[in-house]
């Protein structure tokens, strides 16, 4: 398994506790898997650079995560379904 770094950007609009539970159904996505989520940490709400699907603002999450890639094409796939996330990147971790 390696490391990665995910970043992904949830709808600004969402409620606080709307907001909880998206984190923790991304976050179950990459651990019911068999990944491992070892660090996390919410940006908050920021203001795009330019406007994304009529968006100004949005939530920023980056976790830290060990994880195979089977886990995270699936995180990618529901991602890009899920219409509170309005983007993700993943990136290898070379901590």
Do not use: C
Request: charged residues 35%; without cysteine.
């Amino acid at each position: 398994m390696k490391k990665y770094e995910v970043m992904y950007i949830l709808k600004a609009n969402l409620e606080e506790e709307a907001r909880k539970a998206e984190i923790e159904k991304l976050h179950s996505i990459l651990t019911s898997t068999g990944g491992k989520v070892t660090d996390v940490k919410e940006w908050g709400l920021r203001d795009f650079a330019y406007p994304i699907d009529d968006e100004l603002k949005g939530y920023y999450v980056v976790i830290k995560v060990t994880s195979d890639k089977a886990a995270l094409d699936e995180f990618v796939r529901l991602t890009k379904i899920d219409r509170n996330v309005v983007r993700q990147l993943i990136t290898n971790d070379q901590d």
